[in-house]
């Protein structure tokens, strides 16, 4: 009998032994980690190397953390998850080719905080064509010389806030339905838009932007409708747009363009508002100055309400 008891105590620690980890609330990873500690699922003291391994033990609902300065690799969302830099480390993604993070699955929602996405031939810092919201903060996506730092093509929340966004082709693409709002954004050098808002099929694309800079791109805000059913509305709030090619690019094909900009500068463009059809509108206490073409044409002036 106690023989018996001894082979069954062995075969249960034996079985126990061989259960996969089981997903947890939070995994970490790091330069000294290994993709092989999922088998302990990427604890602090055991962290992997990867975002993508981390991502397959992590709970929905869970949170990344990268500890120190290292490259983490792209990643396929496929569940509501946090991916957040530790204060301070340099947290890396480096896109050779596709996207860095992409975001297809419905009903998720993403935050990434502290990221460095760059682009080394890849399309896209962040594509995000499902999902319920995303929220970017303290990041920087740059050198997607064909492609976009940030591009969200479904009706998706998007929030983005101390953020970076430079010398990509487009900075920031938002359409879909995409409802955003960007706070502390600053886009540079970007060779086609800093922020292109688009409604080319017959749904509401929404921008509201505030304390933010526009600056050293060929047109730094479009925002464009090509539906007859579609609205592409922009609110520009606190924010410099200065030394773009244009500084607002108003695009009505079909359908319906609309900007608002009050406590606003519009300076050194080349052109501070281009316009084909649609509505810019401009509250008295803007600064419309010193651009090559200051566009009083394209501006209708507004009182407050």
């Known amino acids: 009998m106690r023989s018996a008891r ?14 996969p980890a089981h997903a947890v609330q939070r995994t970490f990873v790091a330069s000294y980690g290994s993709d092989a500690n999922t088998a302990t699922n990427c604890t602090f003291t ?18 990344i953390i990268a500890l120190d300065a290292a490259g983490y690799g792209t990643l396929t969302v496929t569940k509501s998850i946090s991916i957040i830099a530790n204060s301070g480390a340099y947290a890396g993604v480096s896109v050779a ?10 009903s998720v929602k993403v935050v990434l905080r502290g990221l460095n996405v760059n682009g080394t031939g890849g399309s896209d810092g962040v594509l995000m064509t499902n999902g319920a919201s995303l929220t970017i903060e303290n990041c920087v996506f740059s050198n997607f010389a064909t492609g976009r730092g940030i591009n969200v093509n479904t009706p998706a929340t998007v929030r983005i806030t101390n953020t970076i966004v430079r010398d990509n082709s487009d900075g920031i693409m938002l359409e879909g339905g995409a409802i ?3 706070s502390q954004v600053n886009v540079f050098g970007n060779a086609n838009s800093g922020i292109m808002v688009a409604a080319f099929t ?6 509201a932007i505030s304390d933010s800079t526009l600056g050293s791109n060929n047109a730094a805000l479009i925002v464009s409708s ?21 500084g ?24 501070a508002v281009g316009k084909v059809n649609g509505t810019f509108e401009s509250l008295g206490d803007n600064f419309i100055r010193y651009n090559t073409n200051d566009s009083a044409a394209n501006i209708t002036p507004i009182s407050p309400i």
């Open 97 to 106: 080719a596709g996207s860095g993070i992409t975001i297809a699955t419905a």
């Open 226 to 246: 090509q539906d007859a059913g579609a609205t592409a509305i922009a609110s520009v709030t606190r924010t410099s747009i200065s030394n773009n090619g244009t």
């Open 180 to 182: 955003s709002t960007l």
């Open 248 to 271: 607002v690019l108003v695009l009505e094909t079909a359908g319906t363009t609309k900007v608002g900009m009050r406590g606003s500068t519009l300076t050194h463009n080349a052109a």
């Open 6 to 19: 001894k082979h069954a105590a062995a075969l249960l620690a034996t079985a126990c032994v061989a259960l």
């Open 202 to 207: 017959a749904v509401t694309t929404k921008l």
């Open 46 to 63: 055991n962290p992997c190397r990867g975002f993508t391994a981390a991502h397959g033990v992590t709970d929905a609902g869970g949170e």
